[in-house]
């Protein structure tokens, strides 16, 4: 079946340094999903990519899906306190009745 | 509009025992999906249902069964618990035309001793 990788599991910054995570998908995907989730939370939507090559911003967020689409990769830049969490990619395979398969996730700690 | 909801929050049982969670949306999403949560393996699809009545199996199925008598309901039931079914168990729910993305509850911790 599908997998979806993340690299690296953990990662833990002090505030200012920038971040990223890494996702790789076994097979292309039709799009692909971020979601966060803050310890103790459940996850919440981020951002969709649907386009190859696409790449997306949201504040010091940016997003990008693969010319490929089979990997994606989340770039914080000057970490803040706030956006400890974990970081989850999703991958969506079309005629799948919107089944997401989750990476593994990310852990992101930031201090000061 | 308090989106999607899971009750119980909190639960202990005991091997062999039996219980029921409840999850409802009222965004009158068509898509509703029962995740499981375990350390270091993010999140696995146990079931999931594309629309009332209708019911499909994840990557997690064995241990568990669902209904969706109502749109707005997904119930997850656990027949027979074992210790390797202690998780933090998502909700979720999702609806048609592109988007896809989902909104998940608050989750419900389960412990089986």
């Known amino acids: 079946g599908q997998q979806v990788m993340q690299i690296p599991q953990y990662q833990h910054v002090q505030e200012g340094e920038d971040f990223t995570t890494y996702c790789n998908s076994s097979t292309t995907l039709s799009n692909i999903q971020w979601y966060k989730q803050r310890p103790g939370g459940h996850p919440v939507f981020l951002i969709q990519?649907?386009?190859?090559?696409e790449v997306k911003k949201q504040k010091r967020l940016t997003f990008q899906f693969g010319e490929a689409k089979k990997n994606s990769s989340l770039h914080i830049t000057a970490t803040q306190t706030t956006d400890v969490g974990t970081y989850f990619c999703?991958?969506?395979?079309?005629?799948?009745?919107?089944?997401?398969?989750f990476g593994t996730g990310t852990r992101l700690q930031v201090t000061l | 509009n308090a989106g999607v909801t899971q009750t119980p929050k909190f639960r202990v049982l005991k091997t062999g025992q039996s219980m029921t969670l409840l999850c409802a949306q009222d965004?009158?999403?068509?898509?509703m999906y029962w995740y499981r949560q375990d350390p270091g393996m993010g999140l696995r699809l146990i079931h999931y249902s594309v629309g009332e009545g209708t019911t499909a199996k994840g990557e997690v199925p064995d241990g568990y069964n669902v209904s969706r008598l109502k749109k707005q309901n997904f119930l997850l039931g656990l027949e027979s618990a074992a210790p390797s079914q202690t998780s933090v168990y998502f909700c979720a729910s999702s609806s048609t035309g592109g988007r896809y993305e989902q909104y998940f509850g608050p989750g419900t911790r389960l412990t089986v001793t």
């Open positions: 965004m009158n999403h068509e898509y």
């Open positions: 999703a991958g969506l395979n079309t005629g799948t009745a919107s089944k997401l398969t």
């Open positions: 990519l649907v386009k190859s090559g």
